[in-house]
């Protein structure tokens, strides 16, 4: 099945500070989303972004299909930014479309 | 975006018992699905459940030890059944809207199995 990497799996930053994570996947793929998840477990999508580029205030995202690599990047984060970020890529398995779940990247934003 | 619901939020549940989770959305749609995410871990998906038909099963999950009910478009059910410390997970409900392709999910029931 189609595999997916996320880098950094740790980040910590100081408030202010910027940073850019990053998912690679093994197969082309039609549905790419970001999502964050807080520290109490709730996960919010970011971004539904199968290819090109995204803002959403602080936030964007760009996705390079040809390339099979998606970026996240976070501007002057807070210390609300802080959870884990997924990256996750729709397979076709079994006649079955569902989403793959990167291991995530714990950031950590201090104050 | 859809709302999703979740009951219970949390629970401890006793070894060999069963635990029933309720997934309530706020509109209809097909494909609701179930994840498991383990303590610390990524999210790994249960099974899809669309209304009117048999659950599908991922690899490692099966009916008689995580029965789906999908009673109508808007409501879901998993149970965990004869619960064992290793079943101690958050279980998360899921759905994709089909214009936009997003997939948006519940709070989250937090189980522990003593």
């Known amino acids: 099945g189609i595999q997916v990497e996320q880098s950094p799996p740790d980040l910590i930053l100081q408030e202010g500070a910027n940073s850019t994570l990053r998912c690679n996947f093994s197969?082309?793929?039609?549905?790419l989303q970001w999502f964050h998840q807080n520290p109490w477990g709730q996960l919010i999508n970011l971004f539904y972004i199968p290819s090109g580029t995204k803002q959403n205030g602080r936030l964007s995202a760009t996705t390079v299909a040809t390339e099979r690599y998606s970026l996240l990047y976070i501007s002057s984060s807070q210390t609300t930014d802080s959870g884990v970020y997924f990256c996750a890529v729709e397979s076709w398995e079994g006649g079955s479309e569902k989403l793959v779940f990167g291991k995530g990247t714990k950031l950590t934003v201090n104050p | 975006s859809a709302v999703i619901s979740q009951k219970p939020s949390r629970d401890i549940c006793q070894r060999g018992t069963s635990l029933t989770i309720q997934c309530q959305v706020d509109s209809q749609v097909t494909m609701m699905f179930w994840y498991r995410q383990q303590p610390g871990q990524s999210l790994t998906l249960i099974a899809t459940a669309n209304q009117g038909s048999e659950a599908t099963y991922e690899s490692g999950f099966v009916i008689d030890k995580f029965p789906i009910s999908r009673p109508n478009l808007t409501f879901s059910t998993l149970t965990v059944s004869n619960m064992s410390p290793e079943d101690s997970s958050i279980y998360l409900c899921?759905?994709?809207?089909?214009?936009?392709?997003?997939?948006?999910f519940g709070p989250g029931t937090r189980l522990t199995v003593l």
């Open positions: 197969d082309s793929v039609n549905n």
């Open positions: 899921s759905v994709r809207d089909v214009y936009t392709d997003t997939q948006y």
